[in-house]
């Protein structure tokens, strides 16, 4: 054979390992692309600020991690929350089990966005059963029912003003349509099924399909992709240092920093940003980009 047909072949063989590559490096699922180290988009790097953090950061924001090890910090608390049961004309039609449920008015916002998306799937008999608690209501929650299904106060989530339970008018909701949706679509609304039934072993609380814990965009979206419970994706971020994903049209930069003994951190910040401690030992600064801004290479699959 000649030897420029051999080098053709070889070519095409080298062409095709190449798009393998590419192919493996990237994963999409359910609309969202997280890249690995090898395939991180070329972003035009515009003049990096830098941002200084206080050690107080590390215990505030939506992703911190609280459980029976890890309790609400002060100043994770919410500074107000409303009543709901007073404020029904705020609730959208959705109901509410009694007249004692507050949330902070951010979260009663992100649950009414997220059930009028539901709404026009059809689904729309939705129950708010629990909301934020403070630490007398959570004690008295405790002592009902013990520690399978709730944490002492101080080491709740709905102590953090970031958990609603939700609960469906036609059943219980690991059977209801309610429910079901939830677990479907919760992720895109910045929501996470909290306590699956799968994860018992790691989040140590027995399957809770009406409780639902606010992380944020793209955070909920990673989280769905890989199939991971908080505990597993910070301990992922940890690992990683930098994340990167795409999810509807924009690159998020999800960053682990680790703080050190008495010490401040400055961090780089490109284009904007949001800030949440881990409440263990560091922070997560999430950098979003619109992708029309800049050519993304590697969003190869299809
Ligand atoms: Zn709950």
Known sequence: MKKWLYGIILLLLLGYGIVLLQQEGAVERKGVLLYTDETLPQVPDNKQKSLTIDREEMYRGDLVLVNLQYPVHESAKPSHVINLFENQRLLSGFGVLDNSIEMPMDMLQRFVDMGESAKADGVNQFLITSGYRNDESQAALYEQYGSEYANPPGHSEHNLGLSIDIGSSLGLMKDAPEGKWLENNAWQHGFVLRYPEDK???????????????????????????????????????????????????????????????????????????????????????????????????????
């Open 200 to 302: 018992r072993d790691i989040t140590g609380i027995q399957y809770e399909p009406w409780h639902f814990r606010y992380v944020g965009i793209p955070h909920s979206a990673i989280m769905m992709d890989r199939g991971f419970v908080l505990e597993e994706y910070l301990t992922f971020l940890k690992k990683r240092s930098r994340v990167q994903a795409e999810y509807n049209g924009k690159l998020y930069t999800v960053s682990y920093y680790p703080f050190h003994e008495n010490e401040k951190l400055s961090v780089p910040i490109d284009g904007s940003y949001s800030l949440s401690g881990n409440n263990m030992d560091g922070v997560i600064v999430t950098t979003m980009k619109s992708i029309n801004a800049f050519p993304v290479k590697p969003a190869t699959i299809k």
